[in-house]
């Protein structure tokens, strides 16, 4: 829910308010320092957290967790305390708290890692995995002990190997989904499900979605993100 900010001006002496009266619109060059401050004040949520921004945040996050040479900390404290360096430069036609919220942090974000931390960060922590279906999914980084894929179960047909990133070390926690995304089951062993817990999933839910398609082998199976009858065409 969005909160409605008055931007005024006032003076205090001790507890004792002075004066008080809304800014003209008139006084446009000195909005910048006003939301700047509001910020301060506020916090980052009166920004608009895209879900690459977010991924961006937690992705550097668990890079810095697992590396003795950090990056550069993209945390909300850190953010705050150089709003003048990543936010201000972007801020000339921002003239209210409500445009604050259609600014695209993302890239104002990224500028922040050198050129040789975003390489690493790419390649250390990616942003998305390909998946046997072609689907290219985000991998959710916000709890960074852990790692997650959501991914629908027949979108992972004939890969045996569960999905690593940090230089193949970490093993992605799978979150096998149903064709209505509810969780089926959880794994950080893509062939221990295979061969453990397939058969029995695939008892349960083949009448449960009918229209939907449940090989015996998924070894060998063809991954999709389709319908038996989207799979015909």
Do not use: C
Request: aromatic fraction near 10%.
């Amino acid at each position: 829910e969005s909160k409605k900010f008055d931007l005024k001006e006032s003076a205090h002496f001790l507890q004792l308010e002075l004066y008080s009266k809304p800014l003209a619109l008139s006084q446009k060059h000195e909005m910048t320092p006003l939301l700047l401050e509001l910020l301060k004040q506020e916090g980052l949520k009166l920004l608009t957290w895209s879900k690459r921004a977010k991924s961006l945040q937690d992705r550097v996050s668990f890079v810095n967790q697992h590396l003795k040479k950090s990056m550069e900390s993209l945390s909300e404290n850190v953010l705050l305390e150089t709003l003048d360096v990543w936010l201000e430069p972007f801020m000339g036609d921002v003239k209210s708290p409500k445009m604050l919220e259609y600014l695209d942090i993302y890239p104002m974000l990224l500028s922040l890692l050198s050129w040789q931390n975003q390489q690493e960060l790419s390649s250390l922590a990616p942003e998305k995995v390909n998946v046997p279906s072609g689907s290219n999914i985000f991998i959710d980084y916000s709890d960074i002990t852990k790692p997650a894929l959501y991914v629908k179960l027949q979108e992972m047909f004939g890969l045996e190997d569960t999905p690593k990133i940090f230089n193949d070390t970490i093993a992605l926690q799978i979150q096998l989904l149903s064709p209505a995304m509810r969780l089926i089951q959880i794994t950080y062993d893509l062939s221990s499900f295979w061969k453990n817990s397939y058969a029995e999933v695939r008892k349960e839910l083949r009448g449960k979605y009918k229209r939907h398609y449940w090989p015996e082998d998924p070894y060998q199976a063809v991954a999709t993100k389709n319908t038996k009858k989207h799979m015909m065409k």
